[in-house]
């Protein structure tokens, strides 16, 4: 069950007797690191709001943000990485499912999906061939797992990311999140209350897959792994379809007191979490709970992960109300018990007492870890590292290598997958901005959304990782016009229990935390994964970041390129950084041309940062800027070969000017990752007044070029010329991750 001795002895104690089986599996499913944040809860308190949320009344399923025209959003990221580990298609589906149910239970209509995926290497010779292939069969069931229940469920897939290294072989990554919007009058709450209240158990019945899976979820991957299939999920889109409808409907009849959904640990965490956070009791009865199997025990009752269900509480007498609603929708909906005043959970099956226990035991008295934390060698290696031993790649060859890892390439393959439009309220999708804009209904305003990690950096620099991982998200959002506003994390690391693994957790909550506040952008929901390691090791540490931004006005909106063949192009950058390693250390290019994971990533100057998006905002409401793109992997080369591609036009730049001073190194001015550093295009003519515009912000500006109609991306670097076709870019780009995937697909149908 992964319970410790002592933490089995502690359950005797608090009960002063031994538990139930029912009640060991109930406390098991609790206690893990899963639900109960045993490692990671002494970290988290970096973040002011669950300080106050641990101190004060406790957490709701996601938190909530106020956007004015008494609208609110509300989003939260998840993990289901296990799972899709072993069976991928189930595992990613049932993983945009569960994220979405956690929207719906603050009485918000879910209106955006995004993902945020890893990977090991998918093209042959990047690996042992049997590992090549497994990884390839993950990552197309993963993809497809989310289509297959993000389409039919209705809710668009707007926008995410894809990542490849060796050590995700085995243990992939597979972050859901999920947006939705509700009227701020209308937030519902987890809280049981009312002595007497009926308990309604409310969509799909349940049966025996998914037991425990949230203790599936705290343990790393080894060779029985296989075996815990059982343990994941089968998901419905279709029902979870008619639950959001009903769902939505049953709320506005004003009868729900509380409502839960009943995601990990199945019926144990919505029973025990709504009696904790209402300090009440409940009876409930297990023989009323639909089940698909009638020999079901109290135990797989109370542990089943089964998907599409919820737990409400409604006023006595008025459970009707609910009832015919789920009827209505062709769901199933049945009484299963009642609240009651003396704050114990008594759970009974064919008139068996399985468990009686107060339900604050398993919530607040989750036993606290800290493990020792090791500063790691490589971290102190990399300090030392020496870009001049570094030999200098033909620019030529190293952009178009860049463009075609898979990490980098177009995830176009993927994407086109996702159904994007449905709900008609996406304004701006993949790949056509820095962010996707969604333009919801009943207000004029616009919501911008990313999610953004990079565990390279986080791994060779995890405090500065953490923190550019909250400063490029928001400068995500602040490309397409819109104010950040807030976040929430999907933090990746292996097991807690080793000491390095916790001084890259420890290091980059932190970087998180301190970057957030900043920013101004409060970290309000989140989830955190352990134990993600195989005995291929652990995975880098994968801190994700989902960022969200208001635009006053969605219309406002910039795309990441102009389709003006006459904008010039400028550079707006944010001062002051301490450059390391010429810009290179941790960069795309040292990883993929050089062949080195070496050095630091360069830290970010958060003050500049916040700065570069109060102009970045300011330009598009005023209209002064066309579009902006933001710098990252690979540097300047491959923003501006993103932009040509995007736009299917020539540019030509010179990078001569002030912003380029910081390396003399021709590989460093290209493909250098600063951050702060964004490219917007403007109307000829409009040059001067953007740059003096940029510099009221504090901020550096310099024109590199313009955009042109030549068919060629034409780059001038101190002496040197550099000059790709804008085809052959796009045939890279466009084709890499295809290739892949198509000729495996070959392989497979003609075997």
Same mark, same amino acid.
């Given at each position: 069950?992964?319970?410790?001795?002592?933490?089995?002895?502690?359950?005797?104690?608090?009960?002063?007797?031994?538990?139930?089986?029912?009640?060991?599996?109930?406390?098991?499913?609790?206690?893990?690191?899963?639900?109960?944040?045993?490692?990671?809860?002494?970290?988290?308190?970096?973040?002011?709001? =669950?300080?106050?949320?641990?101190?004060?009344?406790?957490?709701?399923?996601?938190?909530? $943000?106020?956007?004015?025209?008494?609208?609110?959003?509300?989003?939260?990221?998840?993990?289901?990485?296990? #799972?899709?580990?072993?069976?991928?298609?189930?595992?990613?589906?049932?993983?945009?499912?569960?994220?979405?149910?956690?929207?719906?239970?603050?009485?918000?209509?879910?209106?955006?999906?995004?993902?945020?995926?890893?990977?090991? #290497?998918?093209?042959?010779?990047?690996?042992?061939?049997?590992?090549?292939?497994?990884?390839?069969?993950?990552?197309?069931?993963?993809?497809?797992?989310?289509?297959?229940?993000?389409?039919?469920?209705?809710?668009?897939?707007?926008?995410?990311?894809?990542?490849?290294?060796?050590?995700?072989?085995?243990?992939?990554?597979?972050?859901?999140?999920?947006?939705?919007?509700?009227?701020?009058?209308?937030?519902?709450?987890?809280?049981?209350?009312?002595?007497?209240?009926?308990?309604?158990?409310?969509?799909?019945?349940?049966?025996?897959?998914?037991?425990?899976?949230?203790?599936?979820?705290?343990?790393?991957?080894?060779?029985?792994?296989?075996?815990?299939? #059982?343990?994941?999920?089968?998901?419905?889109?279709?029902?979870?379809?008619?639950?959001?409808?009903?769902?939505?409907?049953?709320?506005?009849?004003?009868?729900?007191?509380?409502?839960?959904?009943?995601?990990?640990?199945?019926?144990?965490?919505?029973?025990?979490?709504?009696?904790?956070?209402?300090?009440?009791?409940?009876?409930?009865?297990?023989?009323?709970?639909?089940?698909?199997?009638?020999?079901?025990?109290?135990?797989?009752?109370?542990?089943?992960?089964?998907?599409?269900?919820?737990?409400?509480?409604?006023?006595?007498?008025?459970?009707?109300?609910?009832?015919?609603?789920?009827?209505?929708?062709?769901?199933?909906?049945?009484?299963?018990?009642?609240?009651?005043?003396?704050?114990?959970?008594?759970?009974?099956?064919?008139?068996?007492?399985?468990?009686?226990?107060?339900?604050?035991?398993?919530?607040?008295? !989750? #036993?606290?870890?800290?493990?020792?934390?090791?500063?790691?060698?490589? =971290?102190?290696?990399?300090?030392?590292?020496?870009?001049?031993?570094?030999?200098?790649?033909?620019?030529?060859?190293?952009?178009?290598?860049?463009?075609?890892?898979?990490?980098?390439?177009?995830?176009?393959?993927?994407?086109?997958?996702?159904?994007?439009?449905?709900?008609?309220?996406?304004?701006?999708? !993949?790949?056509?901005?820095?962010?996707?804009?969604?333009?919801?209904?009943?207000?004029?305003?616009?919501?911008?959304?990313?999610?953004?990690?990079?565990?390279?950096?986080?791994?060779?620099?995890?405090?500065?990782?953490?923190?550019?991982?909250?400063?490029?998200?928001?400068?995500?959002?602040?490309?397409?016009?819109?104010?950040?506003?807030?976040?929430?994390?999907?933090?990746?690391?292996?097991?807690?229990?080793?000491?390095?693994?916790?001084?890259?957790?420890?290091?980059?909550?932190?970087?998180?935390?301190?970057?957030?506040?900043?920013?101004?952008?409060?970290?309000?929901?989140?989830?955190?994964?352990?134990?993600?390691?195989?005995?291929?090791?652990?995975?880098?540490?994968?801190?994700?970041?989902?960022?969200?931004?208001?635009?006053?006005?969605?219309?406002?909106?910039?795309?990441?390129?102009?389709?003006?063949?006459?904008?010039?192009?400028?550079?707006?950058? $944010?001062?002051?950084?301490?450059?390391?390693?010429?810009?290179?250390?941790?960069?795309?290019?040292?990883?993929?041309?050089?062949?080195?994971?070496?050095?630091?990533?360069?830290?970010?100057?958060?003050?500049?940062?916040?700065?570069?998006?109060?102009?970045?905002?300011?330009?598009?409401?005023?209209?002064?800027?066309?579009?902006?793109?933001?710098?990252?992997?690979?540097?300047?080369?491959?923003?501006?070969?993103?932009?040509?591609?995007?736009?299917?036009?020539?540019?030509?730049?010179?990078?001569?000017?002030?912003?380029?001073?910081?390396?003399?190194?021709?590989?460093?001015?290209?493909?250098?990752?600063?951050?702060?550093?964004?490219?917007?295009?403007?109307?000829?003519?409009?040059?001067?007044?953007?740059?003096?515009?940029?510099?009221?912000?504090?901020?550096?500006?310099?024109?590199?070029?313009?955009?042109?109609?030549?068919?060629?991306?034409?780059?001038?670097?101190?002496?040197?010329? !550099?000059?790709?076709?804008?085809?052959?870019?796009?045939?890279?780009?466009?084709?890499?991750?295809?290739?892949?995937?198509?000729?495996?697909?070959?392989?497979?149908?003609?075997?």
């Amino acid at each position: 069950m992964g319970l410790t001795q002592s933490e089995f002895e502690l359950i005797c104690k608090l009960l002063d007797r031994e538990p139930s089986y029912t009640e060991l599996g109930m406390f098991a499913v609790m206690w893990s690191e899963h639900c109960g944040y045993k490692f990671s809860r002494p970290v988290l308190a970096y973040f002011k709001r =669950y300080k106050e949320a641990l101190e004060g009344e406790g957490f709701e399923n996601a938190g909530v $943000v106020e956007i004015g025209d008494g609208l609110g959003v509300t989003m939260k990221v998840e993990s289901h990485n296990h #799972p899709s580990a072993v069976e991928p298609y189930q595992g990613a589906a049932t993983g945009v499912g569960g994220i979405i149910r956690d929207i719906l239970t603050m009485g918000a209509r879910p209106i955006a999906s995004l993902n945020s995926l890893r990977f090991g #290497p998918i093209r042959d010779g990047e690996g042992e061939q049997a590992v090549i292939e497994r990884n390839r069969y993950l990552f197309e069931h993963v993809v497809s797992g989310i289509a297959g229940y993000g389409n039919c469920v209705g809710v668009p897939t707007v926008a995410g990311e894809v990542g490849f290294h060796p050590r995700y072989s085995g243990n992939p990554l597979v972050n859901a999140m999920c947006v939705g919007i509700l009227r701020t009058d209308e937030i519902t709450t987890a809280a049981a209350s009312g002595e007497g209240n009926p308990v309604i158990y409310l969509g799909s019945a349940t049966g025996k897959d998914g037991i425990h899976g949230a203790t599936f979820a705290s343990t790393e991957l080894d060779e029985e792994s296989e075996s815990k299939r #059982p343990n994941v999920q089968i998901g419905d889109p279709f029902a979870e379809k008619q639950l959001i409808e009903a769902t939505l409907e049953a709320l506005r009849t004003g009868a729900i007191v509380g409502i839960q959904d009943m995601g990990a640990a199945g019926l144990t965490c919505s029973t025990v979490e709504m009696s904790s956070k209402g300090s009440v009791g409940m009876n409930i009865d297990l023989d009323l709970v639909p089940m698909r199997e009638d020999d079901m025990t109290g135990y797989e009752l109370m542990l089943s992960e089964s998907q599409e269900r919820m737990l409400a509480v409604a006023e006595k007498g008025r459970e009707h109300e609910v009832i015919d609603v789920f009827q209505k929708w062709g769901l199933k909906a049945a009484v299963i018990g009642y609240v009651t005043n003396d704050g114990i959970l008594t759970v009974t099956r064919q008139g068996e007492v399985v468990a009686k226990v107060d339900p604050k035991l398993l919530t607040d008295h !989750c #036993p606290v870890y800290q493990s020792p934390m090791e500063e790691p060698l490589y =971290y102190r290696n990399a300090a030392s590292f020496d870009i001049g031993l570094v030999s200098q790649a033909d620019p030529q060859g190293a952009l178009l290598t860049l463009l075609g890892t898979p990490e980098i390439a177009s995830k176009r393959w993927v994407y086109q997958q996702y159904d994007q439009h449905v709900q008609t309220q996406t304004a701006l999708e !993949c790949g056509r901005g820095d962010a996707a804009v969604i333009a919801p209904r009943g207000t004029k305003k616009g919501i911008a959304l990313k999610i953004d990690g990079n565990s390279r950096q986080t791994y060779l620099h995890p405090y500065f990782g953490g923190q550019l991982a909250v400063a490029e998200a928001a400068r995500n959002v602040a490309c397409t016009g819109a104010a950040p506003q807030a976040v929430t994390d999907g933090l990746n690391f292996g097991s807690p229990q080793s000491a390095h693994v916790y001084w890259q957790f420890n290091h980059a909550v932190k970087g998180i935390a301190d970057a957030a506040e900043a920013m101004g952008t409060p970290v309000i929901s989140g989830n955190v994964s352990f134990y993600n390691e195989s005995d291929l090791g652990e995975v880098p540490p994968t801190p994700l970041i989902g960022m969200l931004g208001i635009l006053e006005d969605a219309a406002s909106r910039l795309p990441l390129v102009s389709s003006d063949p006459e904008a010039s192009l400028l550079l707006v950058s $944010v001062t002051d950084l301490g450059i390391t390693h010429d810009g290179l250390g941790a960069s795309a290019y040292l990883a993929y041309v050089a062949g080195q994971e070496d050095g630091h990533p360069v830290g970010p100057n958060l003050s500049g940062e916040v700065s570069l998006d109060k102009f970045l905002v300011e330009a598009a409401a005023t209209k002064s800027i066309l579009s902006a793109h933001d710098l990252s992997e690979g540097g300047i080369a491959v923003t501006l070969a993103e932009m040509a591609m995007e736009a299917n036009l020539g540019i030509e730049v010179e990078l001569n000017g002030s912003g380029f001073v910081y390396s003399e190194r021709v590989d460093a001015k290209l493909f250098g990752e600063l951050p702060g550093r964004v490219v917007v295009s403007v109307k000829a003519g409009q040059e001067d007044a953007v740059v003096l515009m940029a510099k009221s912000f504090g901020l550096a500006a310099q024109r590199l070029g313009k955009m042109s109609a030549s068919g060629s991306l034409s780059i001038r670097v101190g002496d040197q010329s !550099c000059s790709w076709s804008v085809s052959q870019l796009q045939e890279v780009f466009n084709t890499s991750i295809e290739k892949v995937v198509t000729h495996q697909n070959r392989i497979e149908t003609a075997g």
